[in-house]
């Protein structure tokens, strides 16, 4: 079966907003992965939708937006750089 890539870029980065994505274009939510730099605004609330997420963590990402995520979490994937994401997916 082939593998087809949907990239959307949503305004708000919340459960809502993603459940709502996920719901508008009929996608499991545990194969969905959203990618982001921010753990407070854009692993947590895609983790809470149920999304799977990448995590590339940025200098430059405003301290606030900084938060502890669960080493044991198997639905966040850690990476160093965009350029990872192709050993990945």
């Given amino acids: 079966m082939p593998h087809f ?9 919340d459960v ?16 969905t992965w959203m990618i982001g730099n921010s753990p407070k ?7 809470a939708a149920g999304l799977r997420a990448v995590y590339i963590p940025n200098v430059h990402t405003w301290a606030l937006e ?3 995520l669960d080493p044991d979490d ?5 990476l160093g750089a965009v350029t990872e994401l192709l050993d990945h997916f």
């Fill in 5 to 13: 890539a949907h990239v959307h870029i949503v305004a708000e980065k």
């Fill in 74 to 78: 198997d639905g966040i994937l850690h």
């Fill in 66 to 68: 900084h938060a502890d």
């Fill in 41 to 47: 605004s854009d692993v947590a609330p895609a983790r």
């Fill in 16 to 31: 809502d907003t993603y459940r709502d994505l996920a719901d508008r274009h009929d996608l499991d939510a545990a194969s």
